[in-house]
């Protein structure tokens, strides 16, 4: 079946001139749906018809479907010896308030000369149970009768005994008879009154209730070449239908090999009107596009990112410029500036140059971006959800399970405990599956425990992603109280050796520990376990910050390094200003240029110390400790194991000023 006008017949098959009756359909009773496809705010219905048309010219109309059918999406296909000429579409009485289906009385017709068999036999019963009602009245009516007219001439004495217990006798059985007829009477009316209802609704005029979500009707025009069934296809398009991504991940520590599952499900909603019913259900990420209009790509431009710089002020002859506010030296305030026309600035990037640049923040340009979400610049994805759902129309979330995957992951275990002694679990997880993980809400289990709520971003094949899995309690941390201990004030001499004018300068300095146990309550070793912690940093040349615990060095710049080796003396001063963490001062040397530093210095065994972020793939050597911030790397921790761990470090400042911040 082919949709245009009929093609040329000399003999045309013959037909009746007058035009036949419409057929007419009712979409949920005469059809089944084959086909949903859901978008991310619309979705794509197929149903199919199968009608039977006479030779000629046919009229269907096909009503009761969704009033928000989008009218430009309508797509009708056929299948059989005819030709689709004509297809139509309106909304049916769209003022006509809606009343739900509900029983009502109708009016009084008459019933008919010749009631049904079913009537007749009924009728003839309640007759029968009325006139046998009737004659138990009479007799009861007789009995009272006669015991009235009984008098001593009439009966002998000696039997008005026997005469009087007979008649209470028959009385007492007749008044038995009575609730049994007046029950089954009482029946019998109740069902001819609905024998005759049901009569006079077949023979009244129907009217026609339209939901008023279901009021789109289609007519269409076909012309049949034979009498016969043929079998029609509606496609359409309709809102309120919506989807989104959702998982539940389960992790189960004790595997080795493959140690999540991620089940990938959908969250499908819909409020078209019509309930979807074991139906197959595909998802799509792409958006639709309906009509005859080639859709048209627009440009997919690309920028240089460019850091905000302030604007140069031109003030007019004769004002004032603003007092200028000199922040303290930064060691790094050159080195970042010209870094940043060299490479892109993550955030990471950003945090760090920051930290090193004592300046307040500065506002960030923001340009257009595009966020892969699923949909977007050649990102498209189709999901089939295995065999047939059902949906009903009640905007209620309904979940799907698309499919279940085994995935590897690189677990690890992260505790911050001066802000919080729990143990975070995250892991690296790659996407070894052929489908495309779209951003959405993760429910993740822990051991068969649910721990917390997460994020999953969009992943594609083969590629990897960090998932948070919320907090492990197997594994305990103590963090004692911080111990001080306040040194005596020193007083140190500066100038030549034999010079007469040596400058005294007296010293405070005050030592501190920092005590952290470890506990792994687990009968499985955990792969890898990070304790963040860190030292007070030095914003100021004359306060010095000595790490002694573990013995980390802190990197210089080349060109700070050399000044250091060249002339001592002279710079000692601006070295201190540039990193105020003079590392352990038992060393030979307390920093060292970024080129020889050591990224990692064993505590003990199986325990390493590094600065935050040296072990990320890309690391900047040059910012490792800028922030202060250190890490210990327990890998693995034993079953059962326990460690303890030490973080010591020193402050001296002059003993005339206070320090603000200890």
């Not at 069902?191 to 023979?203: F, L, N």
């Not at 034979?226 to 998982?247: D, F, M």
């Not at 070295?575 to 020889?596: C, R």
Request: charged share 25%.
């Amino acid at each position: 079946m082919t949709a245009g006008p009929p093609a040329a017949n000399p003999s045309p098959p013959p037909f009746s001139e007058s035009p036949a009756a419409p057929i007419e359909l009712q979409a949920a009773t005469a059809s089944r749906i084959t086909s949903v496809s859901v978008y991310a705010a619309r979705a794509e219905v197929a149903r199919v018809f199968h009608v039977a048309l006479k030779t000629g010219t046919n009229q269907l109309v096909i009503g009761g479907l969704p009033t928000i059918l989008e009218h430009e999406s309508l797509r009708v296909e056929g299948r059989g010896n005819a030709v689709i000429q004509d297809v139509s579409i309106a909304n049916v009485a769209p003022d006509e308030p809606w009343r739900s289906p509900r029983p009502t009385r109708a009016p009084n017709f008459a019933v008919a000369a010749q009631p049904t068999p079913e009537l007749q036999a009924l009728s003839v019963r309640l007759e029968a149970a009325v006139r046998a009602r009737a004659r138990i009245d009479k007799s009861v009516t007789a009995v009272e009768n006669f015991l009235n007219s009984l008098t001593i001439e009439h009966i002998d004495a000696t039997k008005l005994a026997g005469a009087l217990h007979e008649c209470e006798a028959t009385t007492e059985v007749l008044d038995g008879r009575k609730p049994e007829l007046d029950k089954e009477i009482h029946a019998l009316e109740t069902e001819i009154t609905a024998q005759q209802q049901k009569e006079r609704d077949s023979k009244a005029p129907k009217t026609k209730e339209v939901h008023p979500k279901l009021k789109t009707q289609v007519s269409i025009s076909v012309f049949a070449e034979v009498e016969g069934q043929v079998e029609i296809v509606l496609k359409y398009a309709v809102s309120r239908a919506t989807w989104t991504p959702l998982y539940d991940v389960r992790v189960n520590t004790d595997t080795k090999e493959k140690p999540i599952t991620l089940l990938y499900k959908a969250a499908v909603k819909q409020d078209t009107g019509e309930s979807w019913d074991e139906v197959p259900l595909t998802l799509e990420t792409s958006r639709p596009t309906f009509g005859a209009n080639i859709p048209e790509l627009q440009p997919w431009d690309l920028r240089v990112y460019r850091p905000y710089r302030q604007p140069t002020m031109f003030l007019p002859p004769g004002s004032t410029p603003a007092p200028v506010i000199i922040s303290p030296p930064s060691r790094y305030s050159h080195r970042s500036r010209s870094r940043s026309r060299s490479r892109s600035m993550s955030p990471r990037y950003r945090r760090r140059s920051h930290s090193r640049e004592h300046s307040p923040p500065r506002p960030e340009i923001q340009f257009p971006t595009a966020e892969v979400i699923g949909s977007g610049a050649g990102v498209s994805a189709t999901f089939r959800v295995p065999g047939t759902v059902s949906l009903p129309s009640d905007g209620q979330v309904h979940n799907f399970t698309i499919v279940k995957l085994a995935l590897d992951g690189q677990m690890s275990w992260v505790c911050v405990p001066k802000l919080d002694t729990k143990v975070h679990l995250s892991a690296k997880i790659t996407n070894e599956s052929d489908f495309l993980l779209l951003r959405g809400n993760a429910s993740v289990y822990l051991d068969g425990s649910f721990v917390a709520r997460s994020e999953i971003p969009s992943v594609s094949p083969k590629e990897s992603f960090n998932c948070s899995l919320g907090v492990d309690p197997a594994i305990r941390i103590t963090y004692h109280p911080l111990i001080k201990n306040k040194n005596k004030d020193k007083t140190t001499s500066s100038g030549s050796f034999f010079s007469s004018n040596r400058e005294k300068t007296e010293t405070s300095s005050c030592a501190y520990t920092q005590r952290i146990s470890v506990h792994n309550t687990k009968s499985a070793a955990v792969a890898r376990l990070k304790i963040v912690d860190h030292i007070p940093a030095s914003r100021d040349a004359q306060i010095e910050v000595r790490l002694i615990s573990p013995a980390l060095k802190v990197p210089v710049p080349e060109e700070d390094a050399a000044v250091v080796e060249s002339k001592p003396s002279q710079s000692r001063s601006r070295t201190s200003a540039l990193l105020s963490l003079k590392g352990n001062s038992n060393s030979s040397s307390s920093s060292v240029t970024a080129s020889k530093l050591s990224k990692q210095v064993k505590v003990a065994s199986g325990v390493v110390a590094q600065w935050d972020g040296a072990d990320e793939d890309d690391a900047d050597a040059t910012s490792l400790g800028a922030e202060r911030k250190l890490n210990w790397i327990c890998a693995p921790l034993p079953a059962q194991g326990k460690v303890d761990l030490s973080l010591e470090w020193e402050v001296v400042w002059p003993a005339e000023l206070q320090i603000l911040g200890l």
